[in-house]
C-alpha cells in the first residue's frame, strides 16, 4: 500500500512560480512511475505529468509543456511538479498519484494510488 501526501499548493499571481511536492510511503516507491493530475471546478479530471522509476523518461500534457518540470527523489521517496509562468487556466486541485507499473502514462485508470489534492490558485 502506497499512501500520498501532497503539499505546497497556494495563492500566486499570474506569472508566478509554485512547487508542489508529494511524500509516498512504502518501500517500493522507486519501482513505481508518478503522476501529477488536476481538476478545475466543474471539469473533469486531466493529466498533468508522469515521470518513471529512474526519473529520465517524463511525460507532459500539451498545455504545460516549457513551463512546468517534474521531478523525483527516490531516496526521499518524494516526487515534485514545479510550476513557472502560471496562468489562470492553472487554477485547479492537483492530485499526485502512483503507478506501480510503471508505465507513466497519461491514462489516469493506469494510477493505483491517489493524495487527498493540493489547491493551486493561479489570480489574473
Not at 92 to 100: E, G, Q, T
Amino acid at each position: 500500500q502506497v499512501q500520498l501526501v501532497e503539499s505546497g499548493g497556494g495563492l500566486v499571481q499570474a506569472g508566478g512560480s509554485l512547487r508542489l511536492s508529494c511524500a509516498a510511503s512504502g518501500p517500493t516507491f522507486s519501482s513505481y512511475a508518478m503522476g501529477w493530475f488536476r481538476q478545475a471546478p466543474g471539469k473533469e479530471r486531466e493529466f498533468v505529468a508522469a515521470i518513471r522509476w529512474t526519473g529520465i523518461l517524463t511525460n507532459y500534457a500539451d498545455s504545460v509543456k516549457g513551463r512546468f518540470t517534474i521531478s523525483r527523489d527516490n531516496a526521499k521517496n518524494t516526487v515534485f511538479l514545479q510550476m513557472n509562468s502560471l496562468k489562470p487556466e492553472d487554477t485547479a486541485v492537483y492530485y499526485c498519484a502512483a503507478d506501480r507499473y510503471g508505465s507513466g502514462r497519461s491514462y489516469s485508470h493506469d494510477y493505483e494510488y491517489w493524495g487527498q489534492g493540493t489547491q493551486v490558485t493561479v489570480s489574473s
